[in-house]
């Protein structure tokens, strides 16, 4: 019964993401060369050191921001989505920054790659809405090179759906980057806050989920960094606590 189900929720999740591609490729286009240009180049690059010409693939690329900054990093860069929509805006965005990656239409736990070809996989906020995350890091160490990254950008997003301190947090905080109109254009994303309420990860402690996951899976060398956090008190008791928003997660695949 759990095979339809997941089916379902990839289906769901494919189209709502095909609604937001517009607009999700002007906050691209933004990040690669607009307001926030360097920002994410930056972080990628202080995760990855790899030889010209390596092959990595960006996985949930949407509008393609890791593929065509591995792409600019010297890296022989793929990108994969299983949102039609949004691999029309990837490859545009290729075309008008001059890069040559390939993009195909692909599910995140189903990959167009052989055994042990790449040697990154990259995603960024991808994981949180798979609806099952653990089969799609079996098929990333799958395609993985030994002693090859894992790469990605996630956050504990729709979180306050079911914990008061994030929804205290969603509440009290002004409408998140991504969320502004301009990127947004005017698409009704109630659907996908239900579609979240049924995804495993809404309700998971994250990012120690993550490391948990992966060291179970057997990656090694796994890191936390360029977290973004609040702190938020609980009005009644006056406790503190200090959540984590967003994050990035580096794990390498053991040589052996």
Not at 49 to 77: I, K, N, Q, S
Not at 116 to 138: H, K, M, T
Not at 224 to 237: D, S
Request: some cysteine.
């Amino acid at each position: 019964m759990s095979a339809p189900l997941t089916t379902d929720l990839s289906r769901a999740v494919s189209h709502y993401w095909d609604t937001r591609a517009e607009g999700y490729s002007r906050r691209t286009m933004d990040e690669l060369d607009g307001s926030l240009n360097g920002e994410w180049a930056e972080k990628l690059a202080s995760l990855l050191d790899l030889p010209e010409g390596a092959c990595v693939a960006d996985v949930g690329c949407g509008p393609g921001l890791f593929a065509l900054l591995a792409a600019r990093m010297g890296c022989r860069a793929a990108g994969c989505d299983a949102s039609p929509e949004m691999l029309v805006r990837a490859r545009e965005n290729a075309r008008r920054a001059g890069l040559d990656v390939d993009f195909v239409l692909a599910d995140a736990a189903d990959l167009p790659f052989e055994d042990g070809s790449l040697s990154a996989v990259l995603s960024r906020y991808v994981v949180w809405n798979l609806p099952n995350p653990r089969e799609a890091f079996r098929e990333w160490l799958r395609v993985l090179k030994p002693g090859g990254l894992i790469v990605y950008a996630d956050g504990n997003h729709y979180r306050y759906l079911n914990d008061p301190d994030y929804a205290r947090a969603y509440a009290m905080e002004p409408v998140p980057y991504g969320h502004a109109d301009q990127f947004v254009l005017n698409v009704d994303t109630r659907p996908m806050e239900r579609i979240a309420r049924t995804l495993p990860l809404t309700s998971a402690d994250r990012p120690g989920w993550d490391v948990e996951t992966l060291l179970e899976m057997g990656l090694t060398d796994i890191i936390i960094c360029h977290p973004q956090t609040t702190e938020v008190v609980n009005p009644e008791t006056g406790a503190k606590r200090t959540i984590v928003k967003e994050f990035m997660i580096a794990a390498r695949k053991a040589l052996g």
